[in-house]
């Protein structure tokens, strides 16, 4: 890539962050978790991912014991709703640089909406937080306009994806996608998983199978979320493709 059009693509994800947020600094019913201005705040982004492309990541302790995903835990690991912004590092063609914005808290029915920013677009992913577990109820794609979309018709279908049961031992298994064509199971529990020099505890582990598909682990840690990707090579590798760079604005349980 020219050194021109490598300029030009960050300048426009400048841009199109610094428009999220504002709209959402400007939109009565967004939060206003982050303390620092709009230009520290892209500032911060851009630094974060500069330093921490090299980013190791290590299993530092793995438990034996029997592990049981219980309403406690699962509240503890939800994805994107923890913090205001989530910024991720992909090393991958299909898991690429990401911000994560909370653009619309959780209602009274548990209803978020999270804004996800690239290079090239973003998109909006409706989520809610159910007694049974967390599920996705749209995916608007693309997304060019902040607006709360939780109550839209693409949100108020009857399909819905399982993302994350409120139970499950490990070992079993539960379907995901909107057509159930993902299968996934909670292999294991991590005591801790090192990123950099971040250290994140009691970390669970899910593996999702598809058919035609390499599979997938994705981490979700206590008080955070989700925190890693990686796929599952032929010969047993774990090969990462996504990891948590860094979190701001922690949002009042």
Known sequence: MLIKDFN???CLRLV??????????????????????????????EESTHESEQT?????EESDRSVTLDAQKY????????FMNYQYIGQGQSFINKNIILEYRPDDQGI?????????????????????GLYE???????????????????????????LPARLAVGSHFRSGYQNEKSLSFIKQVDQV???????????????TQDGMRPLRY?????????????????GQEVTLMYLNATQGELAE
């Open 194 to 208: 090192a990123i950099g020099s971040t250290v994140y505890s009691n970390v669970v582990v899910l593996e999702e």
């Open 137 to 163: 109820l749209a995916c608007i794609d693309p997304y060019d306009q902040v607006q709360d979309l939780r109550y839209s018709p693409q949100a108020s279908g009857a399909s819905a994806s399982l993302i």
């Open 8 to 10: 030009k693509q960050r």
């Open 56 to 60: 190791d990541e290590s299993i530092l």
């Open 16 to 45: 199109m962050i610094a428009g999220w947020l504002f709209a959402l600094a400007s939109t009565p019913h967004t939060i206003n978790a982050m303390d620092q201005n709009t230009e520290e705040t892209m500032n911060e982004l």
């Open 75 to 82: 509240y503890a690991i939800l994805p994107f709703s923890q």
């Open 112 to 132: 978020f909406q999270v804004a996800e920013f690239t290079d090239q677009k973003a998109v909006a992913y409706i989520y809610q937080i159910r007694a049974d």
């Open 219 to 235: 981490y979700y840690a206590d008080k955070v979320g989700l925190i890693l990707v990686q796929e599952l090579e032929s010969d």
